[in-house]
């Protein structure tokens, strides 16, 4: 199912503080995972995924986190910066059917 | 390396006209996907290609949306005529469309920048 508006959840951090960003996915059939961050006026860009038989994968400044259990995915972001304000949007996808179901967006603002 | 082009990038139409959209994949991508975004919302897939086949299209609004992709590259989304409702943008992914053993189709979509359709 799908719960979606024009109200985003959102997130103000200020410059260098570590930021989280919560997901929740519905299919318990998702076996990949990944997070893309969406700047006004721009396409999803892709910034980390994860497979389901990993609960933690890091990347540059990025982390995600998955727990299957109760069907939660989180992107930490560290060291935040202006320039990763934007929209973040957790993707999932059941590899055997390909489809790719994104979640409910959540708007991050930076302050300098 | 170039990424997912689309064209173009702005459209305004009346309503009961016509529009198209094109897109042309990185260059490899044998998967191509048209997706819609309503604004506050995550894209919602259209169609889904694996080189010329459409291999999903069952949210495709088939009585006044078509799409193809007759040599497996690029693609064009047509919608004939517009509806006041189709006000969206229109996004184009790719992804290699290799299917790994094991592991099914899992692989990274990259987006181009959109369409944004206007219609009045």
């Known amino acids: 199912g799908e719960s979606v508006g024009l109200h985003l959840p959102t997130l103000s951090v200020q410059e260098g503080d570590n930021s989280i960003i919560n997901c929740a996915y519905s299919n318990s059939a998702s076996d990949y995972f990944i997070w893309y961050k969406q700047e006004s006026g721009k396409g999803p860009q892709f910034i980390i995924d994860?497979?389901?038989?990993?609960d933690k994968r890091q990347g540059q400044r990025v982390t995600v986190l998955l727990n299957k259990t109760v069907k939660h995915l989180s992107l930490q972001i560290a060291a935040t910066q202006p320039g990763d304000s934007a929209v973040y949007f957790c993707?999932?996808?059941?590899?055997?059917?390909?489809?790719?179901?994104f979640g409910q967006g959540t708007i991050l603002t930076v302050h300098p | 390396e170039a990424g997912v082009v689309q064209s173009p990038r702005y459209k305004i139409i009346e309503k009961k006209q016509p529009v198209a959209f094109w897109c042309n994949p990185i260059s490899g991508h044998n998967t191509l996907y048209w997706y819609l975004q309503n604004l506050g919302q995550g894209p919602e897939l259209l169609i889904r290609y694996e080189n010329e086949e459409a291999v999903d299209d069952s949210q495709l609004p088939k009585d006044r949306f078509s799409a193809e992709r007759l040599k497996g590259v690029d693609s064009t989304l047509k919608i004939q005529p517009a509806e006041l409702g189709d006000s969206a943008v229109y996004l184009c992914?790719?992804?290699?469309?290799?299917?790994?053993?094991?592991?099914?189709?899992?692989?990274?979509?990259?987006f181009g920048p959109g369409t944004r359709l206007l219609v009045l």
């Open positions: 992914a790719s992804s290699l469309g290799v299917r790994l053993k094991d592991r099914g189709l899992e692989e990274t979509q990259y």
């Open positions: 993707a999932d996808q059941r590899t055997s059917y390909g489809k790719l179901t």
């Open positions: 994860i497979r389901s038989n990993m």
